[in-house]
């Protein structure tokens, strides 16, 4: 039986960056972006929230802004922050306006945490969660993947995570993952198949960790491997 009630982060070498965004904050600086109308289908993101943190309850303010939809999880997927890459800011991003129009109305300032995809894990974790065994059927880490404070991530035997490249997992709460000889937790990079079907969107990070088409670049497979590709069970795990 393996219990984490502490902090684990995987090491990685590399810092995302997307490949397009519309604007982005970087640095540790406090910073603001509000009252903004944006627009910009043709890019990968409208924000890029890069402010370097090592707390869970800094933010970049960005309320008060049109995303160009009045679509939650749309907006959601317009922002790079701490639920894609969790060394960055939590972005606060409502209320929002609802059109594209500085006298539009605004959206609630309730934030409801979006519903766990089993599909296509990743973001914060603010609820218990328990993953299975899933025969063929590999759980897929598509963005960094945070137990927040308080929550328990339960892995049983025999399940399997693929992570995306550049993916890792950081537990504020605990996790809790037991295998065992026959039954092993398996963590390894997701297969190449995966991450050209998810549609070239949050794989396409600007940092010198690539795909090759045999999987033989070494500085993926020495970083990548080395974090994920472990058979966790009572016998042996260790954290890095």
């Known amino acids: 039986m393996i219990i984490f009630p502490f902090s684990l982060h995987f090491h990685r070498r590399h810092q995302a960056q997307p490949a397009s965004y519309t604007i982005g904050v970087k640095g ?3 910073f603001n972006v509000t009252d903004n109308i944006f627009s910009n289908p043709g890019m990968d993101y409208e924000l890029l929230a890069g402010i370097r943190t090592a707390r869970v309850s800094n933010y970049l303010n960005a309320e008060q802004n049109y995303w160009g939809t009045a679509n939650l999880d749309r907006i959601r997927e317009r922002l790079f922050d701490f639920d894609d890459w969790n060394s960055y800011a939590i972005t606060h991003f409502l209320p929002y306006y609802l059109e594209a129009a500085f006298d539009a ?3 609630s300032s309730y934030e409801q945490p979006p519903k766990i995809d089993l599909d296509n894990l990743g973001g914060r974790l603010e609820e218990n969660l328990r993953l299975v065994e899933r025969p063929g059927r590999p759980y897929l880490i598509r963005s960094d993947l945070t137990v927040m404070p308080g929550v ?3 892995i049983e035997p025999g399940a399997e995570l693929e992570f995306f490249p550049n993916v890792g997992m950081l537990v504020l709460g605990t996790l809790h993952a037991q295998g065992n000889i026959h039954r092993n937790i ?3 990079p997701a297969r190449i198949e995966d991450v050209i079907k998810a549609g070239g969107r949050r794989q396409q990070l600007h940092s010198d960790t690539k795909y090759s088409n045999k999987r ?3 500085r993926y497979d020495l970083i990548n491997k080395k974090m994920m590709e472990r058979e966790v069970n009572c ?3 260790r954290s890095f």
């Open 216 to 218: 033989q670049d070494n």
């Open 152 to 154: 328990t991530l339960t």
């Open 28 to 30: 540790v600086q406090k």
């Open 105 to 107: 109305p605004l959206s």
């Open 235 to 237: 016998a042996n795990f």
């Open 186 to 188: 398996v963590m390894r």
